[in-house]
């Protein structure tokens, strides 16, 4: 079963920054396209990045320029680099593989928590 194991959360002021990692224990992020997604207390879970098998990105708009999502197929391996943090970045963020409707299609990991203080 494919499992994911995130880590890089805490506490950090407005402005600063967090990178993110995630850990697959397969080498599925060779063959499906892998995403950061997040959710905050009360709110559905959403998409925030993405990476394709060609190394091409997508970001959500609310952080588009703030945040750099990247892969490392050998260490079966994504990142998520998140620069000027805003509190309603806060949240838990999670990876996974997009299914066709970009959704998360794989189980869930625990995710790692985010907190962006003003």
């Known amino acids: 079963q494919v499992q994911f194991a995130e880590s890089g959360g805490g506490l950090v002021q407005s402005g600063g920054s967090l990178r993110l990692s995630c850990k697959v224990s397969?080498?599925?992020?060779?063959?499906?396209?892998p995403g950061w997604f997040r959710q905050a207390p009360g709110k559905e879970r959403e998409l925030v990045a993405q990476i394709n098998t060609t190394f091409a990105k997508n970001y959500a708009d609310f952080v588009k320029g703030r945040f750099n999502i990247a892969r490392d197929n050998a260490r079966n391996m994504v990142y998520l680099q998140m620069d000027n943090l805003k509190p309603e970045d806060s949240a838990r963020y999670f990876c996974n593989v997009l299914d066709n409707n970009d959704r998360g299609m794989m189980p869930w990991g625990p995710g790692t928590e985010v907190t962006v203080s003003s």
């Open positions: 397969s080498n599925i992020f060779s063959y499906y396209v």
